[in-house]
């Protein structure tokens, strides 16, 4: 009977350190969107027109000048959106892509998807005006009459070109997380080529603009990209929340989850897809964002642990926070225009970067 006892109690001990274990990580879930809710109310009252906060509150209720209505509602609520929408996109494509690679540094950059995005982008602003032939080399017409959604989709045309031969060849070669890395680099080199040859014969206004449209902003977030983004990294999280069994599964290696009931060939490619599908969406439409897929994941997995029941949604609203901080933080410094949201997430992940690196490091040596 003690030792039915024993096990009874050690079992009941156990139990009750896992519940205990689950409230923390959902409470910490719970902050994080919490602070995705406040930070994007924050972010609608910052920006360089210099507006009070009663004519901030005013204006989102439609009262107050007809110029503040405008900044809140057509600028700060779409670009607060895509925010949101985009952070929450790169970083759990990142989160994805490290699971399924089994690399720590992979990114939604792995594939060569933002190469791929700017060769499209290149090709459509500095051999096609941005979509209209006529409009020619003088910037005037230029801004005018080039087409955004025409550049969009031609980065995303070709960002969904690359995904495909990646996964193409990793198909024939059996679908190894080695072998999707280096046929990424390998794919992502070549768009890099094509890109810099594209740019050698390009007049001054056609090089400025395709090099502008690189820089990754929010500035041209609309309501209807914005949608555009929302379905696909909406669908994208829904799947990724079924198959997070499975990709604790794949933690344990390959034959365990093939054990398991796990087909990984098949979670990886379709993973692999949906990720890099949301990462062409929102670079097509907001450009380069570095580093969101890649610090977030790891700050998650530093707190919350691998289990991906808690980490997907964590690095969903984790991609947000720091692509709202980012944003608030790029529309604050510009001096009455915003600098690249791009480059503030770069200025910030980098050095923290190193910092998980160096900490690691040290960690390891002990």
């Known amino acids: 009977m003690g030792g039915y006892a024993f096990y ?3 079992n009941m001990g156990d139990r009750s350190v896992l519940l205990k274990t689950k409230r923390k990580k959902l409470v910490a879930v719970t902050v994080l969107l919490i ?11 910052v920006g360089s027109s210099n507006m009070s906060l009663k004519e901030c509150i ?52 792995t594939l060569g998807v933002s190469n791929a995005a700017v060769f499209g982008a290149n090709l459509s602003i500095i051999a096609f005006a941005g979509g209209f032939l006529s409009t020619g080399n003088n910037l005037t017409s230029y801004t005018t009459g080039a087409n955004p959604y025409a550049t969009s989709f031609m980065a995303f045309i070709f960002s969904t070109l690359s995904i495909f031969l990646v996964l193409g060849l990793c198909h024939f070669r059996s ?19 094509a890109t810099t040859i594209l740019q050698f014969y390009a007049t001054d206004v056609g090089l ?58 098949v ?38 642990g691998q289990d991906h029941r808690f980490s997907i949604p964590a690095s969903v609203f984790a991609g947000s926070i720091l692509l709202l901080i980012s944003d608030t933080l790029s529309r ?24 998980i690196i160096l900490f690691g490091r040290r960690q390891s040596t002990r």
Do not use: E
């Not at 555009?228 to 909406?234: D, E, G, K, Y």
């Open 8 to 10: 009874f109690l050690k």
């Open 35 to 45: 602070l995705v809710i406040v930070l994007g109310f924050v972010c609608l009252f």
């Open 58 to 109: 005013d204006a989102l209720f439609g009262k107050g000048s007809s110029a503040a209505v405008r900044i809140i509602r057509n600028i700060r609520i779409p670009r607060v959106l895509a925010a949101i929408i985009a952070g929450a996109g790169l970083s759990v494509s990142g989160l994805i892509m490290q699971t399924n690679l089994n690399n720590s540094m992979a990114s939604p950059a």
């Open 175 to 193: 679908f190894r997380p080695g072998v999707v890395v280096l046929a990424g680099i390998a794919i992502g080199s070549i768009w890099t080529a």
């Open 208 to 265: 400025s603009a395709a090099v502008i449209w690189t820089f990754g902003d929010l500035g041209r977030a609309t309501y209807k990209t914005d949608l555009i983004m929302a379905v696909a990294v909406v669908i994208g999280i829904i799947f990724f929340i079924l198959m997070s069994w499975r990709y604790n599964a794949l933690l344990s290696g390959d034959a365990a989850a093939s054990s398991l009931g796990v087909n990984v060939k």
């Open 267 to 304: 979670l990886r490619f379709t993973s692999m897809l949906f990720a890099s599908i949301i990462t062409a969406v929102c670079v097509s439409y907001l450009g380069i964002i570095g580093f969101v897929g890649i610090i977030c994941p790891h700050v998650v997995k530093k707190i919350l």
């Open 332 to 355: 604050s410094m510009g001096n009455g225009s915003a600098l690249p949201v791009g480059a503030v997430t770069s200025l910030l992940g980098a050095p923290f970067f190193l910092m």
